[in-house]
C-alpha cells in the first residue's frame, strides 16, 4: 500500500473580485503535484464571499477542471462560448495558446460550493488551441458500490473490482478525478500505476485513516503519498465521509508560473504577458 509522505492544511485565500475560498494546494515547490497545480475549493452561504465572482482574465499553457456542487456560476469566453455550471456539473477547459474568460455566480443568495483543479500541459501542448466544455452533473459516471459512491470526472480505475470509467479521458496525464464518498465502518482500496502522483482531500469527514500506517486525516487536509503501490482508505468514523482522489502521470518538466500563465521557460511567460497585452493571447 501507499504511505503519506507529506499532509497540507488548505488555506484562506482570496481570488477573482475578492472571493474568499480554501487554497488547498498551489504555488510553491509545484514539481510534487505534477502533473497538478493547485487546487481550489469555494463554498460559503454568505454572497458576499463569492459575489464578486472572476471577471475577465487570461490563461496560457494549462487547463482547468471546474466541479460545482452546489450553485450556479456563469462562463464566458472569448470564442463565444457561454455556460451556466449548476449542482453538480463539470467544466474542463484548455487553455492551451489563450483563453479570455469570466466566472461569475449567477446567484445572489444561497450556499455556492465547488472546486477547482488546475492540470499542466507538457511543453508539446502549451500552444494547442483553447477548448471548452460543459457537463450536466447527471453524464458524469456515477458508481454505487458497496458502502461506497464513486463520481468519476477524469480517468479510470478499478474500485474493489470494479472498473470506474470517468467522462474525461486526459492523454497527456492520464489524470484521475474522482469524488468518492465512503460510508462509515468501511474502507476502499485502490491500485495506482506506479510512478502516478497520488492526493486525497477530504472535503468532509474527521475520522479517515490512510494507508497501512493508518496515518489520520480530516476535512480540509490534503495529503500526498509516496509513488508505489496501492491506495487504501479506511473511515471509521460515525458518518459518511467523502473525499477527492486525483492520479496522474509527472510530465517531469520545468513548471514557471506567473499568475494565469504556466510555461515552462521565463522567457515564455514574458511571451504570454506581451501577447496578451497587445491583444494577440488568442490569436
Known amino acids: 500500500m501507499r504511505e503519506v509522505v507529506e499532509q497540507i492544511h488548505g488555506q484562506p485565500a482570496s481570488d477573482g473580485a475578492g472571493v474568499n475560498l480554501l487554497r488547498v494546494f498551489g504555488g510553491s515547490r509545484p514539481q510534487r503535484f505534477d502533473p497538478f497545480l493547485m487546487l481550489d475549493e469555494f463554498g460559503s452561504e454568505e454572497a458576499s464571499d463569492y459575489i464578486g465572482g472572476f471577471p475577465s482574465h487570461p490563461h496560457r499553457g494549462f487547463e482547468t477542471v471546474t466541479y460545482m456542487l452546489q450553485g450556479k456560476m ?32 449567477k446567484q445572489t443568495e444561497g450556499k455556492m460550493r465547488g472546486f477547482q483543479l488546475w492540470v499542466n ?103 500526498r503519498f509516496n509513488p508505489e503501490g496501492d491506495l487504501l482508505v479506511t473511515n471509521n468514523g460515525e458518518h459518511q465521509a467523502r473525499f477527492i482522489v486525483l492520479a496522474g502521470k509527472p510530465i517531469k518538466e520545468t513548471i514557471v508560473q506567473h499568475g494565469p500563465f504556466v510555461m515552462n521557460t521565463v522567457e515564455e511567460i514574458q511571451q504570454a504577458v506581451r501577447d496578451y497585452d497587445a491583444g494577440v493571447l488568442t490569436a
Request: proline residues 5%.
Open 74 to 105: 456563469e462562463h464566458r469566453d472569448h470564442m463565444g462560448n457561454v455556460g451556466l455550471l449548476n449542482d453538480s456539473d463539470v467544466q474542463w477547459m484548455t487553455a492551451g495558446r489563450g483563453v479570455i474568460h469570466s466566472e461569475m455566480p
Open 121 to 223: 500541459l507538457p511543453a508539446a501542448q502549451k500552444m494547442k488551441p483553447a477548448y471548452y466544455e460543459d457537463v450536466p452533473g447527471n453524464e458524469i459516471p456515477a458508481y454505487q458500490l458497496n458502502k461506497l459512491f464513486v463520481k468519476a470526472i477524469a480517468g479510470e480505475a478499478c474500485i474493489d473490482g470494479q472498473q470506474i470509467q470517468g467522462y474525461f479521458t486526459v492523454p497527456d496525464t492520464d489524470a484521475l478525478f474522482l469524488d468518492v464518498h465512503l460510508q462509515s465502518n468501511s474502507e476502499v482500496t485502490m491500485p495506482v500505476a506506479e510512478g502516478y502522483n497520488l492526493l486525497v482531500y477530504v472535503y468532509e469527514g474527521e475520522e479517515l485513516l490512510l494507508g497501512r500506517k493508518a496515518v489520520k486525516t480530516k476535512s480540509q487536509m490534503l495529503s
